[in-house]
């Protein structure tokens, strides 16, 4: 399989920041890309899906750039709960095994 | 809502010992997972099940097997655990297509003595 890659960080932002997350995949036959919130000893959730014309749910916006394969992540307006570990998942077409980034960490301060 | 269940949240086994890591989805998903996941790693895939009795290794399948006798059931059997063994084993399950979301159980923190 395939490479994801994402910086790890931390990003170490303050609160109402902007801050973008790149992740990067190696496999130009993907199709399907997701970002997952974790926060510390949880487990990973869905926080946005990749559509390629862009998704945007309130602060965040993802999109993605085939072209150059990879998909970002954008957070306006940060709030402290904001703080968390956020993982890149890319999905190869005919592929049932998903690939993970390693994450990238987000600490928003006051 | 998708729930998805694991048998323990914190664990604590000696080395030598059989463990039983048990995962539960009530969403009639096809396909189930078995991660480990430790600190600078991320997530690593350790066996995949995409139908009942049916089953792929991951990328670090050794000394882990698995069953899928039924569909909602994928259980985590390590033989003979070891201390590098220790992590956090998460399940998940999705449904038969590819490109849908994983749901996660919340994990189980294994440690081996």
């Known amino acids: 399989r395939k490479e994801v890659e994402q910086d790890p960080g931390p990003f170490n932002v303050p609160e109402g920041a902007t801050v973008a997350f790149n992740c990067t995949y190696s496999?130009?036959?993907?199709?399907?890309f997701f970002w997952y919130r974790q926060d510390c000893r949880k487990e990973p959730k869905l926080l946005m899906s990749?559509?390629?014309s862009g998704n945007e749910d309130g602060r965040f916006t993802a999109q993605l750039n085939r072209a150059s394969q990879y998909i970002s992540l954008l957070i306006r307006d940060s709030k402290l709960s904001d703080s968390a570990t956020y993982l890149c998942?890319?999905?190869?077409?005919?592929?049932?095994?998903?690939?993970f980034g390693r994450g990238t960490s987000l600490i928003v301060h006051p | 809502d998708v729930k998805v269940t694991q048998s323990s949240r914190y664990l604590v086994k000696r080395t030598g010992e059989k463990v039983f890591l048990e995962c539960v989805q009530d969403?009639?998903?096809?396909?189930m997972f078995w991660y480990r996941q430790d600190p600078g790693l991320g997530l690593r895939l350790i066996y995949f099940?995409?139908?009942?009795?049916?089953?792929e290794k991951g990328d670090i399948p050794e000394g882990y097997s698995v069953s899928r006798e039924k569909k909602e059931r994928f259980s985590l059997i390590l033989e003979s655990a070891s201390t590098n063994q220790t992590s956090m084993y998460l399940c998940?399950?999705?449904?038969?297509?590819?490109?849908?979301?994983?749901?996660f159980g919340p994990g189980t923190r294994l440690t081996v003595l």
């Open positions: 998942v890319v999905n190869e077409g005919g592929s049932y095994i998903p690939t």
């Open positions: 990749v559509y390629s």
């Open positions: 099940s995409y139908d009942v009795k049916m089953k």
């Open positions: 496999n130009s036959a993907s199709q399907s």
């Open positions: 969403m009639d998903h096809e396909n």
């Open positions: 998940a399950s999705r449904s038969g297509r590819a490109t849908d979301t994983q749901y």
